[in-house]
């Protein structure tokens, strides 16, 4: 069974920094892409990056360029949302995903992940 746990949400001002954690079980960071979505109030749920099985590819939504990373450690089993320069917009619980058919992270945003953690939110306020 794939496991997703979330962690490091929070509040933060505007300019500030988090770090969003997600730890895997049931299976390793290397079979499958993981990517990070948000939904904020109102709003559909939104694409933000993934990271593929490999570690090589990754890919953002154009709103977070630049000030976003995502990067894993294997031996942790753990993928990681570097989050800087955060604005009032970027509030929203995000949560991680996977599913056992996706590898890579074209169109991500796109695809049907089956397996989701619990969510953690983010709040970017003064």
């Known amino acids: 069974q794939l496991q997703l746990v979330e962690s490091g949400g929070g509040l933060v001002q505007p300019g500030g920094s988090l770090r969003l954690s997600c730890a895997a079980s049931g299976f390793t960071l290397d079979t499958y892409a993981i990517g990070w979505f948000r939904q904020a109030p109102g709003k559909e749920r939104e694409g933000v990056s993934c990271i593929s099985s490999s570690g090589s590819l990754t890919k953002y939504v154009d709103s977070v360029k630049g000030r976003f990373t995502i990067s894993r450690d294997d031996a942790k089993n753990t993928v990681y949302l570097q989050m800087n320069s955060l604005k009032p917009e970027d509030t929203a619980i995000y949560y991680c995903?996977?599913?056992?058919?996706?590898?890579?992270?074209?169109?991500?945003?796109?695809?049907?992940?089956?397996?989701w953690g619990q969510g953690t939110q983010v709040t970017v306020s003064t």
């Open positions: 995903a996977t599913t056992s058919s996706i590898y890579d992270c074209s169109a991500f945003a796109f695809r049907t992940f089956g397996s």
